[in-house]
């Protein structure tokens, strides 16, 4: 590429980055001020909420399974049919309360007897339950609601007192007489877990208070004790526990805060999703630098492909105005180029120039006999056969029709004629056409040298007056054309120097050493 067209091209770079850096610029800063705007009113109406949703909604899956885990165990025909028949052998329901625990991960599991009032675990008999016992409070109010089962939260004896999530389930006999209340134990870890899983993925604050006002369930250590003695929100409470869901803000130490409450029924909690108003614009903003780094590679990235895009399309201008599209070779026009590159070596060192015109023998018959798609594979073929056999220094064109221009610097006439006659051979020996339907052509040349005070188009015009004298003589063979009348005395015009026949090289024949080391056999 020269230096004009480089700096042209240079220029349209330039300008193409910064157009493209600039609307990626101003689309950034105007998408991070609607976002600034929008990012409140979005996380009130969606996101707060949407993330206590998702906690709810997990809490309840878990609790909907232990419910129809425990009216599975409410309906099974063994446990009513063991306690009707009195509870004998109390080992029997041990070992499928703890088949139960084991085999649907539960934490606990148990049973009561209406009639015995015993507490049955995987673990044998805890205890006899008494209406005197707070703890045992539960049982008498599932029985006279007379509701199928109810969730509570409580402690479980038969682990350590451990905070735990309860269904209780009603057993009727096969009459719809109340026998007992069944179920399983949630440890209520595992709505820890879920907190802490909804905070790191939400780098929000999320924890749960009960009907008091006091912080019964939290992600961090910090966030417990009573609401009433936190700054902001102490004022707050009352108005929260009396609304049970909606928005608040508050403010403390500076910053402002957006809280989301829901109230589970299920759980008798509050669910408190907390939002510093601060560290959600800081998302915002971090967003707008990637925006800011995105935009400058994909920047980079377009102004590159663009470059190598126009460098491509120009490459293939330059080689489609350059290159014969059948056969691979120069054009004509790329062969003014070339000679003129030629021409200035030649002067500069006065090396010899030699020219070869090669023209395909019959050419027409192989149009005529099998069609103008095997010709065309017969021209592109000879068209490989030149190219093989010529030096990087060389170059073959494709001056017209079946005709082919070769053109070899650092040769003189009697080497043209050699190098003329090795490619007449490797193409006589070459096959063409179909698969089993083999043919052969040949090629008839004629040979000249560029003189002193000669134009390449004389020289051209002689090698091609020696080819008309080789297809006169019978084809199949290279002529020698003879120096113009300045530059030598008389002579015969298209001297023969070797044919199909004979192969012989006469007066010309010569040492050329060298002349093909790196070209193949």
């Known amino acids: 590429m020269n230096r004009p067209r480089f700096i042209e091209h240079y220029r349209l770079m330039i300008f193409l980055g910064l157009l493209l850096a600039g609307c990626f610029f101003a689309t950034s800063v105007m998408g991070y001020f609607v976002a600034k705007d929008l990012v409140r009113s979005n996380f009130i109406d969606q996101d707060l909420s949407l993330t206590a949703s998702n906690i709810s909604a997990e809490i309840q899956k878990d609790v909907v399974r232990a419910v129809l885990i425990s009216s599975t165990m409410a309906h099974d025909t063994f446990v009513r049919d063991w306690v009707l028949k009195g509870e004998r052998q109390p080992q029997a329901m041990t070992r499928y309360l703890a088949e139960i625990k084991e085999s649907y991960g539960a934490f606990s599991s148990f049973f009561v007897s209406e009639r015995s009032g015993k507490y049955y675990t995987g673990n044998g008999v805890l205890k006899k339950i008494s209406r005197k016992e707070p703890r045992d409070a539960w049982y008498y109010h599932l029985r006279e609601t007379q509701q199928a089962y109810e969730v509570n ?22 009459k719809h007489r109340a026998i007992g209340a069944i179920g399983v134990g949630l440890t209520i870890k595992a709505v820890r877990r879920l907190v802490d899983d909804y905070q790191a993925r939400f780098q929000r604050t999320i924890y749960f208070a009960d009907q008091s006002g006091h912080v019964v369930l939290a992600g961090s250590p910090g966030q417990g004790g009573d609401l009433r003695q936190r700054p902001g929100l102490g004022p707050l409470v009352e108005g929260i526990l009396g609304g049970r869901t909606g928005f608040y803000q508050f403010e403390d130490a500076g910053h ?201 188009e004389a020289a051209i015009s002689r090698a091609d007056e020696a080819l008309y004298a080789a297809k006169r003589a019978g084809r199949n063979r290279v002529c020698v054309a003879p120096k113009p009348a300045a530059a030598s005395g008389p002579s015969v015009a298209g001297e023969q120097i070797a044919d199909g026949g004979a192969g012989r090289f006469g007066e010309a024949e010569v040492a050329i050493d060298g002349w093909r080391r790196n070209a193949p056999a």
């Open 153 to 174: 939260i409580d402690l479980d004896m038969a682990n350590r007192d451990a905070m735990t999530l309860f269904i209780n389930h009603r057993v009727d006999d096969f």
């Open 256 to 456: 402002t805060h957006l809280v989301n409450v829901s109230y589970l029924p299920e759980l008798k909690w509050y669910l408190f999703v907390e939002q510093d108003e601060d560290a959600a614009l800081s998302g915002i903003r971090h967003t707008l630098y990637a925006s800011f780094a995105i935009s400058l590679a994909v920047t980079l990235t377009v102004v590159f492909l663009a470059g190598l895009a126009l460098r491509r399309y120009q490459s293939r201008i330059e080689e489609m105005a350059s290159t014969d599209k059948l056969t691979g070779l120069f054009n004509r026009h790329a062969c003014a180029m070339l000679l003129n590159k030629v021409i200035a070596a030649h002067e500069r060192q006065a090396q010899p120039v030699a020219f070869l015109m090669a023209d395909i023998d019959h050419f027409k018959r192989v149009n005529d006999r099998h069609g103008h798609r095997i010709g065309d594979m017969v021209l592109a073929g000879i068209a490989d056969l030149l190219r093989a056999r010529l030096r990087a220094a060389d170059f073959a064109v494709r001056w017209g029709g079946e005709e082919f221009l070769l053109v070899l610097p650092g040769c003189n006439v009697a080497e043209g004629a050699l190098v003329g006659d090795e490619l007449r051979q490797v193409v006589a020996a070459a096959s063409f056409g179909k698969p089993g339907a083999p043919f052969s052509v040949t090629i008839s040349i004629g040979v000249s040298e560029l003189t002193p005070q000669e134009s390449p």
